[in-house]
């Protein structure tokens, strides 16, 4: 299994069959490793919202129009293998606005009441969409 098999394989929610090669493979590729830790990060922050500080408003569109501006660049370049590098970057963008998001809110002020509603965060566009097609 190539890493970009397995990056696609991660990324899509590991269909099932699919468990020992990706483990082999993880355990020789720190590439890989990094990715998947990455991946499971994005996935925890976005199935557990309330355990997070949301941004500042002015932060996370900062966040948002840079990724924007990163997909479209890479869809004009549209080779496949940059497809992984943006959904790499809009990845790291939201941990990064969650970590900003918690650092901030932990040395500026009082923290604020938890979110109650995920749908506070906005929506959060599907990745295929901002990447083109395949
Ligand atoms: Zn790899």
Redesign the pocket.
Known sequence: M??DE?FATLASGEPPGKEQEIAA?LDT?E??RADADGIAAFKHALKNPELYEKDPPKVRDAILKAAYEKADELKLRSKPERNRQALLALALGAALGFALGFVTGRFTAPAPPPAKKSEEFGPLPPPGDMLGPK
Do not use: S
């Open positions: 190539k890493c397995v493979h590729c590439d890989c």
